[in-house]
């Protein structure tokens, strides 16, 4: 099991529901959420060997912006 962070502009409850059906859909994803209480909107990804780069054009798909965290 692996944990990414990405920094997005998941802005609020709304933003979550338009996200949702598309990483509910991927498969590789354990769990996931999104601490909009921080500035950086930061998205946690449990995966189970899910490549980054499929989480960030997901989201990019879904209109929104995602940047893998170091």
Same mark, same amino acid.
């Given at each position: ?14 933003? #979550? $529901?338009?996200?949702? &059906?598309?990483? @509910?859909?991927?498969?590789? #994803?354990?769990?996931?959420?999104? @601490?909009?209480?921080? &500035? ?10 899910? @490549? $980054? @780069?499929? #989480? ?9 912006? $995602?940047?893998?965290? $170091?």
């Amino acid at each position: 099991m692996e944990t990414l962070k990405f920094k997005t502009n998941v802005n609020c409850g709304g933003c #979550i $529901a338009t996200v949702t &059906p598309y990483l @509910d859909q991927l498969k590789g #994803i354990v769990k996931w959420s999104v @601490d909009t209480s921080n &500035p950086l909107k930061v998205l946690t990804v449990e995966t189970s060997g899910l @490549d $980054a @780069d499929v #989480i960030v054009e997901t989201l990019k798909n879904a209109g929104y912006k $995602a940047d893998l965290m $170091a």
